[in-house]
């Protein structure tokens, strides 16, 4: 009997079965599919993103710890791919508090930098293109002081892009411990 139900299981995964019902076939991929049992992921907000035609492919700075240098990988490979909804997922954990603006701080359920992003794309601002960019170049590392103390998350510190001022103003920083913090287009001074 056990003999039978490796083998039926093998013939289900592999699709043994030529002559089953429409719907038999329909049951059998849905529950062989890799999302079934578990909680899908959003659609992205959108398909397309001034990243779209980058690289994620960026040589990485020398010194990072494995922690920083996997979150930022992971960002990368997110924001070519113009997938929002994961830069979302990527942004808010483990504590769920991520700065995307000047005027919003987000944290919680009610966090939504993927449709932030997504319009400020769709106004030709092209933040995807600037996280690109910024992540390409040097960081530069900043300790934890007092005045932050602990339960920052920071683990040590903060590893901060552009080292030196972007010009369109973008900035970004993930913990030493591997927490993206934050990303966000800093106001110009008027001049």
């Known amino acids: ?29 849905a529950a062989t599919s890799p999302a079934a049992g578990a909680s ?7 398909t397309e993103c001034s990243a779209a035609t980058l690289s994620e492919d960026v040589p990485e700075p020398a010194g990072l710890p494995a ?7 992971e960002i990368l490979k ?12 990527l942004a808010l954990r483990p504590n769920g508090s991520f700065q995307y603006s000047e ?8 966090a939504q930098p993927a449709q932030f992003w997504a319009a400020q794309e769709d106004a030709g601002e092209e933040p995807m293109a600037h996280l ?13 002081t007092e005045q932050e103390g602990p339960g920052t998350g920071s683990n040590g510190g903060y590893y901060n892009w552009p080292k030196a001022p972007d010009p369109a103003g973008y900035s970004t920083s993930i913990t030493s411990a591997g927490d993206w913090i934050f990303f966000l287009k800093q106001s110009q001074p008027a001049g």
């Open 40 to 46: 899908a992921l959003p659609p992205p907000v959108q």
């Open 132 to 144: 690109i960019g910024i992540l390409s170049v040097d960081y530069e590392f900043r300790p934890v």
């Open 78 to 89: 997110a924001a070519v791919s113009c997938d929002f909804q994961l830069l979302q997922q």
């Open 67 to 73: 922690a920083v240098a996997m979150m930022r990988k």
């Open 103 to 110: 005027d919003e701080e987000s944290a919680g359920p009610e």
């Open 1 to 29: 009997m056990r003999r039978f139900v490796v083998l039926a299981l093998f013939c289900v995964l592999l699709g043994c079965d030529q002559g089953g019902s429409p719907d038999a076939k329909a049951t059998d991929a």
